[in-house]
């Protein structure tokens, strides 16, 4: 299966697998951009790319820029539909207490590649029954202890 990419900007990086067997290409900035404590900012990468049929490009987090700077995508994971052929940008927040500095070439996010099902919806009266029922948030408790739902 093939991802193509096109370069929006001379210094865009085509994505890479870091190592093989990877699940994520990494996302490369092409900009210089500051990102305060408690912001975010949209990030560019200077490609555009062009899905095979029937997948979706998911944009997840660095767990380094995470672990080490507090640093994340906001809309995790972010979809790119197969639809898309504008440039590729990531949203990152800044969750740490310090500035954090985006430079061109630094590598800030991955892009995951995955299948999707496509399905028809259709408006019921009544849904089937279930053992787990409408229970959620909490609903299995905490060590054996038992939840409230909410």
Do not use: W
């Not at 380094?64 to 906001?74: E, P, R, W």
């Not at 972010?78 to 061109?104: K, M, S």
């Not at 948030?137 to 060590?143: L, P």
Request: net charge neutral; charged share 20%; hydrophobic share 40%.
């Amino acid at each position: 299966m093939k991802l193509k990419i096109k370069r929006l900007s001379s210094s865009a990086v085509i994505p890479q697998y870091a190592h093989p067997g990877d699940a994520g290409l990494d996302l490369v900035s092409i900009e210089s951009k500051n990102i305060a404590p408690g912001e975010s900012q949209l990030i560019r990468t200077g490609i555009a790319i062009e899905l095979p049929p029937g997948t979706e490009a998911q944009v997840r987090p660095r767990s380094g820029l995470a672990l080490k700077h507090q640093i994340t995508v906001l809309n995790t994971p972010g979809t790119i539909d197969e639809g898309y052929r504008g440039e590729i940008c990531v949203i990152l927040i800044n969750h740490g207490t310090q500035a954090f500095q985006v430079e061109p070439g630094m590598r800030i996010a991955q892009m995951v590649i995955a299948s999707f099902i496509s399905v028809t919806v259709e408006a019921v009266d009544a849904l089937e029954d279930s053992a787990r029922a409408s229970g959620g948030f909490g609903s299995t408790g905490v060590q054996g202890k038992a939840q409230s739902q909410f």
